[in-house]
Antibody, heavy 126, light 106 residues
């Protein structure tokens, strides 16, 4: 069965970086995109971006200019999300999700976010 | 960016009652609209995809309707386990989520 298992909780100081991992199993890792979504305490869901593990191609939401990097390691079927220059308002639960996608120069058509990781709490605190 | 506006923010109902949740998009989505349920401490769970199709294992009391810019999630008769937060999501190019509707016990 499809599983996405994320790394454990992190506590970081403002200005530091954090890397969250998302290990996939039960399907062909390179056959689907991995999207990242975060949720601040008591708030809604915020889409952050995606990575195509097959090509390494990425696309990030505009509200993270130059601060987020998504990568993938096909040898261990794991996707990573690194967020730099952490701020207090980056405190959130970070989720990865497996998504079917069809991307062309004109844009992407996405499938549903059917499979999610369990979430990783990142706390930014001095 | 496509903005999704959900209403109401909170719905206070009793078990057995009908719940009607609304999601309005700032531009036409065709049917690229999904609904998710989220309980405290859990990841979102896909309920409805393509506006009206139930995901695998989702009970028939959940139904979705709409197209274009106006969508509705209906829970025909609330069960105790249905009290949760519900999000709509559009998945055209840059996915976005609505702000959520909390269905709470009256």
């Amino acid at each position: 069965q499809v599983q996405l298992v994320q790394s454990g909780a992190e506590v970081k100081k403002p200005g530091a970086s954090v890397r969250v991992s998302c290990k996939a199993s039960g399907y062909t890792f390179t056959g689907y995109y991995i999207h990242w979504v975060r949720q601040a305490p008591g708030q809604g869901l915020e889409w952050m971006g995606w990575i195509n593990p097959h090509t390494g191609g990425t696309n990030y939401a505009p509200r993270f200019p130059g601060r987020v990097t998504m990568t993938g390691d096909t040898s261990v079927s794991t996707a990573y999300m690194e967020l730099n220059r952490l701020r207090y308002d980056d405190t959130a639960v970070y989720y990865c999700a497996r998504v079917e996608g069809d991307c062309t120069n004109a844009g992407c058509n996405w499938g549903s976010f059917e499979y999610w990781g369990q979430g990783t709490l990142v706390t930014v605190s001095s | 960016e496509i903005v999704l506006t959900q209403s109401p923010a909170t719905l206070s109902l009793s078990p057995g009652e009908r719940a009607t949740l609304s999601c309005r998009a700032s531009q036409s989505l065709s049917s690229y609209l999904d609904w998710y349920q989220q309980k405290p401490g859990q990841a979102p769970r896909l309920l409805i995809f393509d506006a009206s199709d139930r995901a695998t294992g989702i009970p028939a009391r959940f139904s979705g309707s709409g197209s274009g810019t106006d969508f509705t999630l209906t829970i025909s008769s609330l069960e105790p386990e249905d009290f949760a937060v519900y999000y709509c999501q559009q998945r055209r190019n840059w996915p976005t989520f609505g702000g959520g509707t909390k269905v709470e016990i009256k």
